[in-house]
């Protein structure tokens, strides 16, 4: 049995527990099966060149004194080499990583040469400002790096059984807690995510250091440590302490990676404060500030939650990492309390803005993902380009999308923690469960699906299944329609929003899915003042856009309104690779006669000229065939 990133212990109060990570195989023909084919062929190869030609690779050679070019890059690019490294190491429960092999032992090695004897390990730090260690928590990023080293490390020991990369992590780990443990000085690293670092390790060792030192750094929040600085204490979430916040605030990706370490906490100490602290953390991030593709965080000037709806759509910073972030704590949530309400945020976020940061060829990135691009642009801001680049001088999001990517079969089921037998599927997906390795049966699942780009999907065991198997009901869907061995049936619906099929009494060979998929037009919420006088189209989980590139000539995206009440039909794809083959929607839009004044009376913006054809494309796949404008919300007649 090979465990995912997330295996919780045995005690650890949960409603349900993840499958080991062998017992789920992604289908290539599917969209998360290509995905992962996409990212174990391009993505990783050009990580791993990216590694060395931006600079992170010849850092840690510095460290080693192996090189003396100077330093290149962000202070905290360490944690780039470990994010590959960890996706590497999930990848290796999937597929023959010998290819990598070589970079992977000379990585290890530098990494063991340039760590200092009383195990500290840092590039910049080492070679920079050596003078400076452990002085800088607020933005020193210390803590942070080691906290990617150690999933790394916990992913090869899971994966392989191979332990020289963990025990760098671990000799780096008893310095940190012999200094700043319980009793020791009072820091908080600026950037959270060593929280969750140190819990998957107590969870991995069965040390109880590590989940004293993640439940301390927990505690320790929010008593102003990190010292005054211009963004506010808010930005560092040390405002206010974890158990009395309220609202998801400052820093995206840093909110969110600590409210995930804090679920990690609560659930391995059995603390329904900390619970209650990161379930209304989790609410206010995605019920009033998460944009309708499952972009988080509004704000460009320090990548942070604005208030309550401040959700422009062409100022949306909706930085990668922090849908990332968002899915992570989303799953800890999903499996500490089984409510599918966390798997349709999962759902949003991976098939509409982390899908869209990624291009069809797996080398190319957005950082930041805003839902409208105009067409005429005045300079770029180098984390916010009109088109994917290759890489990033701040480079946390493309190594980020490939460790989650290579072990997105972790995500797609669970097994209920109070009653054997129990499978809840989660992320529908082409896939196979082998029911042996999940602990609820013997034989095969297949599922068979081209989901989320249609709606139906068809169960097959490969014995009869004996136990419960419960499929999420998704959030778009009003209602399903199924069959059991052939014959129509109507499983009841449970609290937690699971169609529930028992076969208890009479085992079951299939089960066929179905629902309606219609595409809907949503009006923003009244609340949503950038997007007022506009309408989104979806269809299923999926969220569609305009482009420039579907317009006719001559017509700017700026000047084209929509008939709300015309509502697009299915139409063609407008990509042609396995799993990806997402139906486009024909619309109608119109050309509105442009005023000579910068703000006419009404009666001069209305439309004019004939109404013209044109297609919507789904979010996740704009800009894959030339770069230009594009938007999802659409202004209305």
């Given at each position: ?415 209920a923690a109070d009653e054997a037998g129990r499978l809840r599927l989660h992320l529908l997906a082409d896939a196979e469960i082998d029911l042996a390795r999940a602990g609820v049966g013997t034989g095969l699942l297949r599922i068979r699906t081209e989901y989320p780009w249609q709606a139906g999907a068809v169960l097959d065991f490969d014995e009869p299944f004996g136990g419960v198997v419960e ?164 202004p209305v007649l």
């Amino acid at each position: 049995m090979i465990n995912g990133p997330v295996a919780p212990t045995a005690s650890a109060c949960l409603a349900d527990r993840p499958l080991p990570l062998d017992a789920v195989r992604l289908t290539a023909g599917g969209m998360l099966g290509a995905w992962q084919h996409r990212n174990r062929t391009a993505t990783l190869r050009h990580c791993i060149r990216q590694l060395e030609s931006g600079g992170a690779l010849p850092n840690m050679r510095r460290a080693s004194g192996e090189c003396d070019d100077p330093f290149t890059g962000f202070h905290f690019s360490d944690s780039d080499i470990y994010k590959v490294l960890e996706a590497i190491g999930w990848e290796a429960a999937r597929s023959d990583i010998a290819e990598f092999g070589p970079f992977v032992d000379d990585t290890v090695a530098l990494l063991r040469r340039a760590q200092r004897e009383d195990g500290y390990l840092n590039s910049f730090f080492q070679t920079v400002e050596p003078d400076r260690v452990f002085a800088d928590f607020r933005w020193g990023h210390e803590l942070y790096c080691l906290g990617h080293l150690l999933q790394a490390g916990i992913a090869w020991a899971r994966t392989l059984g191979r332990r020289d990369l963990l025990e760098i992590g671990l000799r780096f780990v008893d310095l940190v807690d012999e200094r700043f443990g319980p009793g020791g000085e009072r820091v908080v690293c600026g950037h959270p995510e060593i929280e969750t670092a140190l819990v998957e390790l107590h969870r991995l060792t069965g040390d109880g250091r590590h989940l004293a030192l993640a439940q301390e750094f927990i505690d320790r929040r929010g008593h102003r440590s990190v010292g005054e600085d211009r963004f506010g204490y808010h930005y560092f979430q040390d405002h206010e302490p974890v158990r009395q916040v309220t609202d998801a605030t400052g820093h995206a990706v840093r909110q969110l990676y600590l409210a995930a370490g804090a679920a990690d906490v609560a659930c391995e100490i059995g603390e329904a404060e900390v619970a209650r602290a990161t379930e209304r953390i989790w609410s206010s991030a995605f019920r009033e500030k998460q944009y309708i593709t499952g972009g988080l965080g509004s704000r460009h000037r320090d990548e942070a939650f604005g208030d309550p709806f401040e959700l422009p759509p062409d100022r949306a910073y909706a930085e990668t990492c922090a849908s990332i972030a968002g899915f992570h704590l989303s799953w800890r949530l999903l499996l500490a309390t089984g409510r599918s309400t966390y798997a349709d945020e999962m759902e949003r976020a991976l098939v509409n803005a982390i899908a869209e940061s990624t291009s069809l060829d797996g080398e190319h990135f957005f950082y930041s993902n805003p839902l409208q691009l105009r067409t005429r642009r005045d300079g770029e801001h180098e984390q916010a380009p009109s088109r994917r680049v290759g890489w990033y001088d701040c480079a946390c999001c493309p190594p980020n999308l490939a460790r989650l990517v290579s072990s997105l079969q972790h995500y797609i089921a669970s097994t209920a923690a109070d009653e054997a037998g129990r499978l809840r599927l989660h992320l529908l997906a082409d896939a196979e469960i082998d029911l042996a390795r999940a602990g609820v049966g013997t034989g095969l699942l297949r599922i068979r699906t081209e989901y989320p780009w249609q709606a139906g999907a068809v169960l097959d065991f490969d014995e009869p299944f004996g136990g419960v198997v419960e499929v999420r009901m998704p959030g778009w869907a009003d209602e399903a329609m199924i069959l059991i061995d052939g014959s129509p049936a109507a499983p009841r619906r449970s609290p937690e929003g699971y169609l529930v099929v028992d076969g208890r009494d009479a085992p079951v060979r299939s089960i066929v899915l179905d629902a309606a998929m219609p595409v809907r037009v949503r009006d923003p919420h009244p609340h949503l003042d950038a997007s007022r006088g506009t309408v989104a189209v979806t269809r299923g989980p999926v969220v569609y856009c305009l482009e420039q590139a579907d317009l006719p000539a001559g017509v700017e995206l700026e000047d084209v309104i929509v008939d709300p009440d015309a509502v697009p039909c299915v139409a063609d794809p407008i990509v042609d690779l396995d799993g990806w083959r997402a139906p486009s929607l024909r619309a109608r839009g119109r050309v509105r006669r442009r005023a000579g004044e910068p703000y006419p009376v009404r009666a001069a913006s209305t439309p004019a000229g004939e109404s013209f054809d044109t297609v919507l494309v789904p979010y996740a796949l704009w800009g894959n065939r030339e770069p230009g404008a594009m938007r999802v919300w659409l202004p209305v007649l």
